[in-house]
């Protein structure tokens, strides 16, 4: 079975611009995270979608971040305009559904100049 | 009061010894807990799930659950180098959301 596929892997941008991220889940898995894990710290959610809907979204910060997941299958997860302390890992997860065990990706690891 | 607790760590074990790892969590109602492992650089990865109270063991993995006292363990026996990581305690809470503690750093020294 394919895991969850993420890209780019590493990204570096300056403060200011815009960055995007792409998550292709387990096939058949309905529910889809984003997580960010800054260094040190556990994944915080930031939106979770069941097939094409948002779940909660309620951690995401809206002025900056957005989040689609058309069709139900990939999602893209993008931040503009990015700030310094947007600087962490972007991890995608995915699930059977609500409450089922979680199986992550590799993670973006974006930096921020 | 954080939603998950974990003492950060370090821990340091000698190889062969147990491995004990703490978690507290505060939602009374929590019916699913995990542990992932993450290695350096690396995405978590599941190693154990447990539902309900007592004791659930894998190989050399045991989670322990008593939700009365709202705490799950995890234990590794005859810990080995390549158990070094950060093991993530993980619960749903409230509205089906999974929320991560910060993690305990695990050494095991040959």
């Known amino acids: 079975e394919a895991g969850v596929a993420q890209s780019p892997r590493y990204k570096i941008i300056e403060k200011r611009q815009s960055v995007a991220f792409w998550c292709n889940p387990i096939s058949g898995h309905a529910t889809l995270y984003w997580y960010q894990q800054i260094l040190g710290q556990g994944p915080k959610l930031l939106i979770q979608?069941?097939?094409?809907?948002?779940v909660d979204d309620s951690q995401l910060p809206k002025d900056r971040f957005s989040a689609e997941r058309l069709k139900g299958v990939d999602s893209t997860l993008k931040i503009q305009p990015a700030k310094l302390e947007d600087s962490a890992v972007y991890l995608c997860?995915?699930?059977w559904g609500d409450g089922q065990p979680q199986h992550f990706g590799d993670g973006t690891r974006l930096s921020i100049l | 009061q954080k939603e998950v607790e974990q003492n950060s760590g370090p821990l340091s074990v000698p190889e062969g010894a147990i491995a004990s790892l703490n978690c507290t969590y505060s939602?009374?109602?929590?019916?699913?807990f995990f542990w992932y492992r993450q290695y350096s650089g690396k995405s978590p990865e599941l190693i154990m799930s447990i539902y309900s109270n007592g004791d659930k063991e894998d190989g050399r993995f045991t989670a322990q659950l008593n939700k009365a006292s709202q705490y799950v363990s995890l234990l590794i026996r005859d810990s080995q180098p390549s158990d070094s990581a950060t093991y993530l305690c993980?619960?749903?809470?409230?509205?089906?959301?999974?929320?991560f503690g910060q993690g305990t750093r695990l050494t095991i020294n040959p």
């Open positions: 993980a619960v749903i809470q409230g509205a089906q959301k999974l929320v």
């Open positions: 997860a995915s699930s």
């Open positions: 979608f069941q097939n094409n809907g948002v």
């Open positions: 939602d009374r109602v929590s019916q699913s």
